[in-house]
């Protein structure tokens, strides 16, 4: 979706 | 998962573990600032918050884990381990670090990508994270010399973010969706606070002399 929201960073 | 990130990742991984070896092989923790470690579990304990309901992947989540066991683990020592703690300079780490937990709370609360616990959670322990590191620069100012693993766990703790900029220019050129920008910014002002130090432990490395820093 628009805004980047996964987080999949630490 | 680039390049940039996964040495990135590592250099804090190693990070860790030089500390964790410092502790464990000399039982002392001189010359390691409290209030920084207490600030970093502060940090992995509100950014991993979905631990378990956000699964990536199991890399993701062993290094979750690793990073919130280990700063707990070091908080404990530095608390409770009879001869550790015996080794902290209480007199010397005083820097007032509540405060950077609360400026950092009050900004999350007003910068975030979303207004939710999750969002608001994440960018606190984003500016935490970013600060973190202060009690500790400051600590070993006034210690003067530094002992070889200290400087060692700050270097490393130190480049990990510089890696996580170059992943997020790499992302930044190779993928559509990005707005990192919170995470981006707060990484450049936690980078730029280890300037000084990366710059004394250059010249330390240089002379092959003993690292001191400034007063």
């Known amino acids: 979706e628009g805004i980047y929201h996964d987080h999949d960073e630490l | 998962m680039n390049i940039f990130r996964f040495a990135g990742d590592m250099t804090h991984l190693i990070s860790v573990?030089?500390?964790?070896?410092?502790?464990?092989?000399t039982k002392s923790c001189s010359g390691i600032s409290l209030k920084t470690q207490?600030?970093?579990a502060l940090v992995f304990l509100s950014r991993y918050l979905d631990l378990f309901t956000n699964y990536i992947s199991l890399y993701n989540t062993l290094m979750?884990?690793?990073?919130i066991g280990s700063s707990l683990a070091i908080v404990w020592c530095m608390r409770m381990h009879h001869a550790v703690k015996r080794s902290y300079d209480k007199e010397v780490d005083t820097f007032r670090h509540y405060y950077l937990v609360l400026a950092c709370f009050v900004l999350a609360t007003l910068v975030n990508e979303q207004f939710t616990l999750r969002e608001v959670c994440w960018a606190f322990s984003i500016y935490l994270?970013?600060?973190?590191i202060l009690p500790q620069l400051v600590l070993l100012q006034r210690s003067g010399n530094v002992d070889n693993l200290t400087g060692q766990y700050v270097f490393f703790l130190g480049a990990y973010r510089a890696f996580y900029i170059l992943n997020w220019i790499y992302r930044y050129f190779t993928e559509q969706y990005f707005t990192r920008w919170?995470?981006?910014?707060?990484?450049i002002v936690q980078t730029a606070l280890y300037a000084d130090f990366f710059y004394y432990y250059f010249i330390s490395w240089k002379n092959n002399a003993k690292?001191?820093?400034?007063?």
């Open chain 2, 38 to 40: 207490e600030l970093y």
């Open chain 2, 64 to 67: 979750k884990l690793v990073f």
């Open chain 2, 211 to 215: 690292l001191q820093l400034p007063a």
């Open chain 2, 182 to 187: 919170i995470a981006c910014i707060a990484g």
């Open chain 2, 17 to 25: 573990l030089v500390l964790l070896l410092k502790i464990y092989a």
């Open chain 2, 129 to 132: 994270e970013a600060v973190a």
